[in-house]
């Protein structure tokens, strides 16, 4: 079982955790484990004066909250998919749900 104390983000933008493709495969992992599924996420660029959004790699999954016994699964499943052919650039900020709660 994967402890989320050992899954090291990116970058810390204030205190928020944002990954790479890369390293957002052993948090997807943490995810999957502990049955909190990805409501979306944003993908930024940094700059030397701070982020941009990039459009392309934003998303969301809140219409998979219709179908809750395969939310989990499903939704880390696409995030895999769609992460794998984002450019290393790219860093990601996850919105998650678990047990009906935004965390």
Same mark, same amino acid.
């Given at each position: 079982?994967?402890?989320?104390?050992?899954?090291?983000?990116?970058?810390?933008?204030?205190?928020?955790?944002?990954?790479?493709?890369?390293?957002?495969?052993? @948090?997807?992992?943490?995810?999957?484990?502990?049955?909190?599924?990805?409501?979306?996420?944003?993908?930024?660029?940094?700059?030397?004066?701070?982020?941009?959004?990039?459009?392309?790699?934003?998303?969301?999954?809140?219409? @998979?909250?219709?179908?809750?016994?395969?939310?989990? #699964?499903?939704?880390?499943?696409?995030?895999?998919?769609?992460? #794998?052919?984002?450019?290393?650039?790219?860093?990601?900020?996850?919105?998650? #749900?678990?047990?009906? #709660?935004?965390?």
């Amino acid at each position: 079982m994967t402890k989320l104390n050992t899954i090291k983000p990116t970058l810390m933008w204030g205190n928020t955790p944002l990954y790479n493709n890369i390293d957002a495969m052993p @948090f997807l992992d943490y995810c999957l484990e502990n049955n909190i599924g990805i409501l979306g996420w944003d993908g930024f660029v940094v700059l030397d004066d701070g982020f941009m959004p990039k459009m392309d790699w934003i998303c969301d999954f809140s219409d @998979f909250l219709k179908q809750p016994e395969t939310f989990v #699964q499903k939704t880390i499943d696409i995030s895999r998919n769609f992460l #794998q052919s984002a450019p290393e650039n790219i860093l990601f900020e996850f919105v998650l #749900q678990k047990d009906g #709660q935004v965390l």
